[in-house]
């Protein structure tokens, strides 16, 4: 039986994972003092958090520890992406029971090392404290090659645009919450677990100057369009027959799909806005994803999504994530 943290105690785990986490990369000094050293950026820095917990975030059965290790630093890294940015370093903050396996701190740390690495950088360090529940903090310091992009940037008459395919991930949420076991292999279910990041793409769309407003789709993209409208001033049209629906959607009712995808979130593509003058340059661009336009930014407030022939279309059933929201 592996031990647990209980058995372990905080200081021979924090060993443990000093010993994991050598200083490289733009990392000077990593875990065992009192804060991480980096090496100065010589752009722009942009910084985010995040926190994944237990029975809020994700179910235990759900992933394996480094399964949940790679997909937290996914999660905040997106972040990162959405404004163009590439990472440069992240800190991990752990909250666990003292009955919790030394094994799982080990294997989310590896985990989320691992996804930190290919994407650019270094797991520094962080804390761990003993808590009423599995949760993790993540902090994710990178750098953007020109200026952050914003989500106010955006100006009526630009194109709305967003990468990948949509809906894959909040079906694959609602298949586990109904009992689908991670060993089924099912599509849905790894989309989920590994959402996508799109590193390559905020970055390329930052550094060719390509896009006026950019936003992850962590919560549906209804809502966050709406939060790119809000912060820019503008309104949005989204045409609902170009949003692209994921394959693993097929078979289920039109309705059904359409509002997953439309508002189902935990996407974590990219969705940006680009002015008329910069669409040959996304057209040249080297994102390593498909990209899709579906719709425009237009005088007003609040997203319209309109069918074929221009109607007003009624999304219902779902309305993307909102934390504390009455059910």
């Known amino acids: 039986m592996s031990a647990t943290l209980r058995d372990r105690g905080e200081r021979a785990l924090l060993e443990t994972i000093r010993r994991l986490l050598p200083a490289r990369g733009s990392v000077l000094l990593g875990p065992g003092d009192d804060a991480a050293v980096l090496t100065r950026a010589r752009h722009p820095l942009v910084f985010t958090i995040d926190a994944c917990v237990e ?150 769309l930052a550094r060719r100057r390509i896009a006026s407003a950019m936003i992850d789709l962590s919560d549906g993209l209804l809502v966050d369009a709406g939060r790119l409208c809000r912060a820019s001033g503008v309104g949005a049209r989204i045409e609902l027959a170009r949003v692209p629906v994921a394959r693993t959607l097929r078979g289920l009712g039109a309705a059904t799909a359409r509002a997953l995808a439309l508002a189902g979130g935990e996407d974590y593509e990219l969705l940006f806005a680009v002015p008329a003058e910069r669409l040959r340059a996304l057209a040249r661009a080297a994102l390593g994803c498909p990209v899709t336009e579906i719709g425009a930014l237009v005088a007003g407030r609040g997203v319209r999504v309109v069918d074929a022939a221009g109607r007003m279309v009624r999304v219902t059933g779902h309305t993307g994530h909102e934390h504390f929201r009455r059910a």
């Open 55 to 204: 029975d809020v975030h994700f179910r235990r059965r759900w992933l394996t520890p480094r399964a949940l290790g790679r997909r937290a630093f996914a999660v905040s890294a997106s972040d990162i992406a959405a404004m163009g940015g590439r990472p440069l370093a992240a800190l991990l903050a752990i909250e666990a029971r003292g009955t919790t396996p030394a094994d799982t701190v080990r294997g989310i740390v590896e985990g989320m090392r691992g996804a930190a690495r290919a994407a650019g950088a270094e797991l520094a360090g962080g804390n761990l404290a003993a808590g009423g529940a599995l949760a993790l903090t993540v902090a994710v310091l990178g750098e953007a090659p020109w200026r952050p992009i914003t989500r106010a940037g955006g100006q009526v008459g630009d194109r709305l645009f967003v990468t990948g395919d949509l809906g894959g991930a909040a079906r694959g949420l609602r298949l586990l919450q109904r009992g689908r076991s991670i060993r089924d292999g099912d599509p849905a279910v790894r989309r989920w677990q590994r959402p996508a990041a799109r590193m390559r793409a905020g970055a390329e």
